[in-house]
Nanobody, 116 residues
């Protein structure tokens, strides 16, 4: 299984970005029930949780992004997204996608930089 993340970039504070993560090498049946999540890591900081979607428990967000970020999924495409609105400079980080089915998988980071 490989995860391909994309969509990062440079944006001004208050702007929006949408990150995508596509899983290849996994069946649609498995992907549909897999946990999908986004984490981020700023320079000098530990990787932190951003959002998660679980088959049985729905979607949850870190308090710092609640109301601004939305995790959604397109199970037909084995893809999930992180729509980010009202971005703040403190959102600047490398964003990593994560999938847990029978095993755990991480995508490569995609950089999000928010200028003030």
């Amino acid at each position: 299984v490989q995860l391909q993340a994309s969509g990062g970039g440079l944006v001004q504070a208050g702007g929006s970005l949408r990150l995508s993560c596509t899983a290849s090498g996994v069946s649609g049946v498995i992907f549909k029930v897999s946990t999908t999540a986004w984490y981020r890591q700023a320079p000098g900081n530990q990787r932190e949780f951003v959002a998660v979607s679980r088959f049985y428990n729905g979607t949850m967000y870190a308090d710092s992004v609640k109301g601004r970020f939305t995790l959604s999924r397109d199970n037909e495409k084995n893809t999930f997204y992180l729509q980010m609105h009202n971005l703040k400079p403190e959102d600047t980080a490398a964003y990593y996608c994560y999938v847990r089915g029978t095993r755990e998988y991480w995508g490569q980071g995609t950089q999000v930089t928010v200028s003030s």
